[in-house]
């Protein structure tokens, strides 16, 4: 057991806080307190993405064929940890570098690779993931928007809804039914799909976490050559499972959290209100909780890095992490109230306006509990 | 940044894994409703096989010592490990155990005094031991599941150490979270075990999700609890210590409850190990001052003094 870094990962981090230094612009607290859901995120993340390909801190872990330099799992974990505590820079193209690129370097048609992946790897795509549905969020298999072939084309109608990045999306990572009228996971496929297809509408939903965050997409009638199908029919679910892997930590919350709680304490201090007990006590709570997150997270990276097969301990870290930022939020609540208004404190407000999906987002928590019981504590399934 | 155990570790490991598992280190109900049972056998086997003496070791180190503490505790006869384990390799001269430790002078009765060989009395101004002559000790009758016993310290011959009082502090901090961890992971695995097999309404207790969720979430917090006392074991700096414990007396109070909640009647039982841990755990989760007060000293080491 070691719970150090190698000298190789701590200039690597360092090299990343130097670049994001380097790169941010001044006006960088403003744009990042919209967050990286936001439109204002996204358009920023073509401008800051392909400076990151150039000083080749995209895609490091990709595959050499793939402009990658195969760099191994724990500098893309730091990579990645960086990005998030400085406010996720790139936006929505973490996905693309996360999974959507390396799932495609495994399923996609030669076609397919040769349209999609060069663009992501400067740092320029813009990609939606059309997955939840009104009928279908935790229970994600029991989707209904459905994909009917014709001829060589699939014409698509349906319903995706919480979809980030819809607005300025170029493309629709989308999964639909193809199989008959039972559903479930075996009829599912997945389709490649640009946005600026006919038939297509996106509407922009209000929400607590940020204005153009999330989208509600509608699907009616709309036509689309076999081609854009990525693997088999019925093979879609396995490509999830797959892509899922990939990202199996999920966003590093517990370092946003962390870095967050520093400038609270800053904060409190600057105005002469960090000397009670209290307030230092649950200000050290809040960061132990970090802390807790974080080692579990770290611990699936290693069994990623060491070849491990996956194991339940992403289930346990999921949880860990929901429970850190809940901690950081509730302290920042309590004892800098004022957070919520006004713009004095803009990566406070942003930071308490987008904690509350930690839960939600990504799968919700109590699934991460069930999966934790059933698997992990090998508790019987109910009656 | 490594979570899997070297070679030495794991050898360590397994064989510790396999004494803890002797058949004399099972439950039996103690007579006269006693609360604790003392392994005097497994004391001894460990003892003479080298065990206390892997922080001593480089390639085990003080982190196998902190994780033979957090599996120590996790058997239901109890043996003083955690002070063996992670104070008396570093106290700079040779003394006997079992040993008893004692920080900033705490009143009242201390746990495993009544085998104790030694005390350790741990201060902000330093380090100090003492042989208990024969006698010495009263032992203490107890709700809480150890061996408790009082000594009229002032009678006794002090030796000051030359050693870094805030390092012990730091081990014997790190030594309290991994039995604490400890007991509380043992304590949910017996629980765990009773609602597989205990069935209410048709279907076992454990297919309830009120229940399970509550028992998911001690898991992962017994787990965030574990790997921060091993990353403390292994720094050995104040910051890391201060967060686990802290953080896993924080967690105890409740999870505690709730095992006894799951285990229902039969966990208010001396006949049922559960007691063996969870009384274990209300002590452990007090000591040093509490979760606060490791919080408090967190506070100061990451964001300076108040």
Same mark, same amino acid.
């Given at each position: 057991?070691?719970?150090?870094?190698?000298?190789?990962?701590?200039?690597?981090?360092?090299?990343?806080?130097?670049?994001?230094?380097?790169?941010?612009?001044?006006?960088?607290?403003?744009?990042?307190?919209?967050?990286?859901?936001?439109?204002?995120?996204?358009?920023?993340?073509?401008?800051?993405?392909?400076?990151?390909?150039?000083?080749?801190?995209?895609?490091?872990?990709?595959?050499?064929?793939?402009?990658?330099?195969?760099?191994?799992?724990?500098?893309?974990?730091?990579?990645?940890?960086?990005?998030?505590?400085?406010?996720?820079?790139?936006?929505?193209?973490?996905?693309?570098?996360?999974?959507? =690129?390396?799932?495609?370097?495994?399923? %996609? /048609? @030669? #076609?397919?690779?040769?349209?999609?992946?060069?663009?992501?790897?400067? +740092?320029?795509?813009?990609?939606?993931?059309?997955?939840?549905?009104?009928?279908?969020?935790?229970?994600?298999?029991?989707?209904?928007?459905?994909?009917?072939?014709?001829?060589?084309?699939?014409?698509?109608?349906?319903?995706?809804?919480?979809?980030?990045?819809?607005?300025?999306?170029?493309?629709?990572?989308?999964?639909?039914?193809?199989?008959?009228?039972?559903?479930?996971?075996?009829?599912?496929?997945?389709?490649?799909?640009?946005?600026?297809?006919?038939?297509?509408?996106?509407?922009?939903?209000?929400?607590?976490?940020?204005?153009?965050?999330?989208?509600?997409?509608?699907?009616?009638?709309?036509?689309?050559?076999?081609?854009?199908?990525?693997?088999?029919?019925?093979?879609?679910?396995?490509?999830?499972?797959?892509?899922?892997?990939?990202?199996?930590? =999920?966003?590093?919350?517990?370092?946003? %959290? /962390? @870095? #967050?709680?520093?400038?609270?304490?800053?904060?409190?201090?600057?105005? +002469?209100?960090?000397?009670?007990?209290?307030?230092?006590?649950?200000?050290?709570?809040?960061?132990?909780?970090?802390?807790?997150?974080?080692?579990?997270?770290?611990?699936?990276?290693?069994?990623?890095?060491?070849?491990?097969?996956?194991?339940?301990?992403?289930?346990?870290?999921?949880?860990?992490?929901?429970?850190?930022?809940?901690?950081?939020?509730?302290?920042?609540?309590?004892?800098?109230?004022?957070?919520?208004?006004?713009?004095?404190?803009?990566?406070?407000?942003?930071?308490?306006?987008?904690?509350?999906?930690?839960?939600?987002?990504?799968?919700?928590?109590?699934?991460?509990?069930?999966?934790?019981?059933?698997?992990?504590?090998?508790?019987?399934?109910?009656? | 940044?490594?979570?899997?155990?070297?070679?030495?570790?794991?050898?360590?490991?397994?064989?510790?894994?396999?004494?803890?598992?002797?058949?004399?280190?099972?439950?039996?109900?103690?007579?006269?409703?006693?609360?604790?049972?003392?392994?005097?056998?497994?004391?001894?086997?460990?003892?003479?096989?080298?065990?206390?003496?892997?922080?001593?070791?480089?390639?085990?180190?003080?982190?196998?010592?902190?994780?033979?503490?957090?599996?120590?505790?996790?058997?239901?006869?109890?043996?003083?490990?955690?002070?063996?384990?992670?104070?008396?390799?570093?106290?700079?001269?040779?003394?006997?155990?079992?040993?008893?430790?004692?920080?900033?002078?705490?009143?009242?009765?201390?746990?495993?005094?009544?085998?104790?060989?030694?005390?350790?009395?741990?201060?902000?101004?330093?380090?100090?031991?003492?042989?208990?002559?024969?006698?010495?000790?009263?032992?203490?009758?107890?709700?809480?599941?150890?061996?408790?016993?009082?000594?009229?310290?002032?009678?006794?011959?002090?030796?000051?150490?030359?050693?870094?009082?805030?390092?012990?502090?730091?081990?014997?901090?790190?030594?309290?979270?991994?039995?604490?961890?400890?007991?509380?992971?043992?304590?949910?695995?017996?629980?765990?075990?009773?609602?597989?097999?205990?069935?209410?309404?048709?279907?076992?207790?454990?297919?309830?999700?009120?229940?399970?969720?509550?028992?998911?979430?001690?898991?992962?917090?017994?787990?965030?609890?574990?790997?921060?006392?091993?990353?403390?074991?292994?720094?050995?700096?104040?910051?890391?210590?201060?967060?686990?414990?802290?953080?896993?007396?924080?967690?105890?109070?409740?999870?505690?409850?709730?095992?006894?909640?799951?285990?229902?009647?039969?966990?208010?039982?001396?006949?049922?190990?559960?007691?063996?841990?969870?009384?274990?755990?209300?002590?452990?989760?007090?000591?040093?001052?509490?979760?606060?007060?490791?919080?408090?000293?967190?506070?100061?080491?990451?964001?300076?003094?108040?």
């Amino acid at each position: 057991m070691d719970f150090t870094w190698t000298e190789d990962d701590a200039a690597y981090r360092a090299r990343i806080k130097d670049f994001l230094a380097r790169e941010l612009p001044a006006n960088w607290d403003e744009i990042a307190r919209h967050g990286p859901g936001s439109p204002e995120q996204t358009e920023f993340s073509l401008e800051f993405c392909p400076k990151l390909a150039a000083e080749g801190l995209l895609i490091p872990h990709w595959p050499e064929e793939w402009g990658g330099a195969a760099r191994p799992p724990w500098e893309h974990f730091i990579l990645g940890e960086e990005m998030w505590r400085a406010g996720e820079p790139r936006g929505g193209q973490y996905m693309n570098v996360n999974w959507i =690129g390396p799932v495609l370097m495994k399923y %996609g /048609s @030669a #076609e397919q690779q040769a349209q999609y992946i060069p663009p992501m790897a400067e +740092g320029k795509a813009i990609w939606c993931q059309g997955f939840s549905e009104p009928g279908a969020g935790s229970d994600l298999a029991s989707l209904r928007t459905r994909a009917v072939r014709e001829g060589d084309d699939y014409v698509i109608n349906g319903q995706k809804i919480w979809t980030s990045y819809a607005g300025l999306a170029s493309t629709c990572f989308l999964l639909a039914q193809t199989g008959g009228a039972e559903g479930g996971r075996s009829g599912i496929a997945i389709f490649l799909v640009p946005m600026d297809t006919p038939g297509i509408e996106v509407r922009a939903i209000p929400s607590l976490i940020g204005h153009g965050d999330i989208h509600e997409v509608f699907f009616t009638d709309v036509r689309i050559p076999v081609s854009t199908r990525l693997g088999e029919e019925g093979e879609g679910w396995t490509i999830i499972s797959y892509a899922l892997a990939n990202e199996r930590v =999920g966003i590093p919350r517990y370092e946003m %959290g /962390s @870095a #967050e709680l520093d400038s609270m304490v800053a904060e409190l201090q600057r105005r +002469g209100q960090f000397s009670d007990s209290v307030v230092r006590s649950r200000a050290a709570a809040a960061a132990a909780a970090c802390e807790a997150a974080r080692l579990q997270v770290y611990r699936v990276v290693d069994g990623r890095a060491r070849g491990a097969a996956p194991g339940n301990e992403s289930n346990l870290a999921r949880v860990a992490v929901v429970a850190a930022e809940q901690a950081v939020t509730d302290f920042g609540m309590d004892f800098l109230p004022d957070g919520f208004s006004g713009s004095d404190h803009m990566s406070m407000l942003s930071h308490h306006e987008r904690a509350i999906v930690t839960g939600i987002a990504a799968g919700a928590a109590e699934i991460q509990l069930n999966l934790v019981a059933r698997r992990h504590l090998n508790l019987p399934k109910g009656a | 940044m490594r979570f899997d155990l070297n070679e030495d570790q794991s050898t360590y490991a397994t064989f510790l894994e396999q004494m803890l598992a002797a058949p004399d280190t099972g439950f039996q109900p103690v007579e006269g409703w006693g609360r604790y049972d003392y392994g005097t056998a497994l004391d001894a086997q460990l003892d003479e096989n080298g065990f206390f003496d892997a922080a001593r070791e480089e390639e085990l180190g003080s982190v196998t010592a902190a994780l033979m503490v957090y599996e120590a505790a996790q058997v239901p006869v109890c043996i003083e490990c955690a002070a063996s384990a992670l104070i008396r390799p570093f106290l700079g001269r040779d003394v006997s155990r079992p040993l008893a430790v004692v920080v900033d002078d705490a009143p009242g009765a201390i746990r495993y005094l009544p085998q104790a060989k030694g005390l350790v009395s741990i201060t902000a101004t330093g380090v100090r031991y003492a042989d208990l002559p024969e006698g010495a000790v009263q032992p203490v009758e107890s709700l809480y599941a150890y061996p408790m016993g009082t000594v009229d310290r002032d009678a006794l011959d002090w030796t000051a150490l030359d050693v870094d009082t805030g390092d012990l502090r730091t081990l014997w901090q790190v030594a309290v979270a991994a039995e604490l961890a400890g007991v509380l992971k043992a304590g949910m695995d017996a629980v765990i075990d009773h609602v597989r097999e205990r069935r209410q309404f048709g279907q076992p207790l454990g297919a309830f999700q009120g229940v399970q969720h509550r028992l998911a979430t001690a898991a992962v917090e017994i787990e965030g609890a574990r790997l921060q006392m091993l990353k403390a074991a292994q720094s050995r700096s104040a910051q890391d210590a201060a967060a686990a414990l802290g953080y896993v007396q924080g967690v105890a109070t409740r999870i505690t409850y709730d095992l006894h909640q799951f285990m229902g009647a039969m966990g208010l039982t001396l006949e049922h190990p559960l007691h063996r841990w969870s009384y274990r755990a209300k002590l452990l989760r007090a000591d040093l001052g509490g979760s606060s007060a490791s919080y408090l000293a967190y506070a100061t080491e990451r964001w300076g003094a108040a």
